[in-house]
């Protein structure tokens, strides 16, 4: 019972500052719209530019994503983590490249992102590459976490919370107060992972 899934987009990469930046520079949206992907989503969607928004995500995961950061308490509590016996695999609902627009390396980006932030670095989280698995669609990110013999699986979406089975135990990473699901757990910062979980675990292989 070691084994710690990952999501990455919007649990460990924060994009709320970026998509918004961004979508100002391209003269998308007003400089009033609040801060936040959901925001520029809507709005553009609102103004029935729904392909706009699809280009701009492809970039912000693309070659603008070591604009984005780590959502607050991240790093810290991932390696709080491991120096308790976890092991960490992060387990991706990623395609190579976008829906439409330029074909830009969405695999080779995120690994760039994970770089920059020391995820693989014997200094800093000291992953492997075989710790991070991009899944081409919803069914293979599931049958990837159940493969990957993860106990618990933290992620942004809804949606993918009511796929997992059980016996993972399925924990629900969104700050909205309001929002919980049956047969999961919920936090709303990184710092409220560690309180879900055992406080020890022994080393075993994954």
């Known amino acids: 019972m070691n084994i710690i899934g ?10 709320e500052n970026l998509f918004h930046t961004l979508a ?4 998308l949206i007003p400089a009033s719209l ?15 530019l729904d392909h706009k928004f699809t ?31 976890y092991t ?10 976008p829906y439409s627009g330029p074909k830009f390396n969405l695999h080779d980006a995120a690994l760039s992102w994970l770089s920059k932030y020391e995820f693989f670095s014997r200094e800093g989280l000291n992953l492997t590459r075989d710790q991070v698995f991009f899944s081409p669609s919803k069914e293979i990110k599931i ?35 309001s929002l919980t699901l049956p047969n999961s757990l919920k936090m709303s910062h990184w710092s409220e992972l560690e309180s879900l979980l055992p406080a020890s675990v022994s080393y075993v292989s994954s």
Request: proline share 6%; net charge neutral.
């Open 55 to 85: 280009l701009l995500q492809g970039e912000v995961y693309g070659p603008e994503i070591l604009n984005a950061i780590p959502f607050e308490g991240l790093i810290n509590s991932l390696d709080r983590l491991q120096s308790k016996g």
């Open 6 to 15: 990952l999501d990455f987009d919007n649990t460990l990469v924060s994009y």
């Open 34 to 48: 609040p801060v936040g992907k959901v925001y520029v989503r809507d709005y553009l969607r609102g103004k029935e």
């Open 24 to 27: 100002l520079k391209k003269n």
């Open 143 to 177: 049958q990837n976490i159940l493969s990957q013999n993860c106990s618990y699986f933290v992620d942004d979406l809804p949606g993918i919370i009511k796929l997992i089975p059980d016996p993972v135990v399925k924990i629900l990473f969104n700050t909205d107060a």
């Open 88 to 97: 960490l695999k992060i387990i991706s609902h990623k395609t190579k490249f």
